[in-house]
């Protein structure tokens, strides 16, 4: 109980202050808190109260304040806003006393201020004094014949939000094999993406999967889920280990059981599920998220509303730069591994994709085709110059200057990935040169057109929301389609960092093209500009 009303203090007035949400919206969110309240003590329960309207006035504080200091700095004297009593308690007839607010004391001071309403925050109640557990716990699946590639019994972490009815579970991911020479030589040097036998008995989130706010602020309170990518099949395989099969490939099987052990454990009365997963777990999340929305349904839970989240699993099934023999998965053709893979592992698809390309179902695994076939909301995060894309692409940055051919191929691709998410309502596509994004300590901060990814994401939360309403406009200043015009790798200022591998150095944007042999006044000539002028508006990120 004790965890129930901490975990609603913290966030409520963690989000008041962030301005994320209002504190009705947390207290109608957080189950049965009203009555979780009526049973404590009256003074914890006066404690819990006094906490909500804490978090109700520090908004009409907050931007009070705000509107005061704009019009002092306009010339005028601050007019004090009074403050009005809420929709919500208006409607109940209730009356509100107003008052007045004086701004001018902390016109002057508003990050201090700032950083003491934060401090408040977090010793505001004494729970928050006790040693928070962030770690998701390891249990493995009850139903025992769904397993790892070697038998062994797969599973998911797990950290419960006593109270919160949003859940999210995230598909590890990790390349793939296609036959029984690779398997063997992934099962030799990446035997974790195998098997179970030697996980561990915790895992610390990061990123979305974070239970910290200034982390992950959208996201921080939802119970996390983790489940390891241990069937090397891109999250489609349904044969198990016989004796005619060295390995077991159930990725979509483990899935399924985790949604039902889930069930167990509270997601019976989510009201939000968002399947999100980076790399093979993000094309994972294309493959599963209508078939883990109709599980849901055939086992009567239809009212959970399932989203996705795929993150750098936009694959294109493009020519290669340099074509080489399919002997394993990096030099492999996209197109040549995933045909083969998909006979090897009994690959599932969707079933409306099966329908589109019968016969042809390796095109399920690839982005733009199945996409367009899925009837759940997804939002795509995609870096427009993938480094897992160029690897089997045969582009392999070592270090050297690349060659012009290279370059030009690099270039293309952007322009490819740009064309092929032109129609996809929600996404979230830099132009910069990386792989993986959601987990990343850094997601915060790289910026499309001046948007993190968490506020796209709060953004497209508020969106469907609203659709649900039957209300089609989006939030005003909320945008959820985000993609880089600027045409060259880590052209966007908000990247993240560059090393050159040979000597371990921080590159900025200019020493990056210039290592990878970007022609300054070759380009400048083709843009009609001098080149000194090019390379400033390559500083800045123009």
Sequence with gaps: MRELICSTHLKCFWLCVTGCFSCADILVETQDFERSVMKLERPQRNITVMSAILCALLLGFIESGALAARRFRGGRNPQPRRVQPSAQYRDRGETTESFSLDFTAVEENMDNFMTQVKNLAQSLYPCSAQKLDYDMKLHFLENTSVTCNDGTPAGYYLKESKGSRRWLIFLEGGWYCFNKENCDSR???????????????????????????????????????????????????????????????????????????????????????????????????????????????????????????????????????????????????????????????????????????????????????????????VFIVQWLFDEAQLTVDNIHLTGQPVQEGQWRYIQNLGIELRNTLKDVPAMFAPACLSHEFITRNYWTDVQVKGTSLPRALHCWDRSLHENSRNNKALPKGCPVHLIDSCPWPHCNPTCPTIRDQSTGQEMNVIQFLMHMGFDVQKMAQQQGMDPSKLLGMLSSGS
Aim: charged share 25%; hydrophobic share 35%; proline share 6%.
């Design 187 to 377: 099962y030799e040097t990446m035997r974790r993406l195998m098997s179970s036998s030697k996980w561990p008995q915790t895992k610390t989130g990061t990123g979305i999967l974070s239970s910290l706010p200034e982390e992950n602020p959208h996201w921080w309170n939802a119970n996390m889920v983790f489940i390891p990518y241990c069937s090397s099949d891109v999250w489609s395989g349904a044969v198990p280990k016989t004796d005619q099969n060295d390995y077991a490939f159930m990725g979509s099987l483990i899935i399924k059981e985790v949604v039902k052990d889930l069930l167990r454990k509270g997601l019976d009365n989510a009201k939000i599920l968002l399947l999100a997963g980076s790399s093979a777990g993000g094309t994972g999340v294309l493959l599963n998220v209508d078939p883990v929305s109709e599980l849901l349904e055939e086992l009567g839970h239809p009212n959970i509303q399932v989203r996705g989240l795929a993150d750098s699993g936009w694959f294109l099934d493009n020519k290669q730069y340099r074509c080489t023999d399919c002997v394993d998965a990096i030099n492999c053709a996209p197109t040549e591994v995933i045909k083969r893979g998909v006979k090897y592992w009994g690959g599932v698809v969707p079933e409306r994709c099966r329908q589109a390309y019968e016969g042809k179902e390796w095109n399920c695994y690839f982005g733009y085709k199945v996409y367009p076939t899925i009837k759940r909301p």
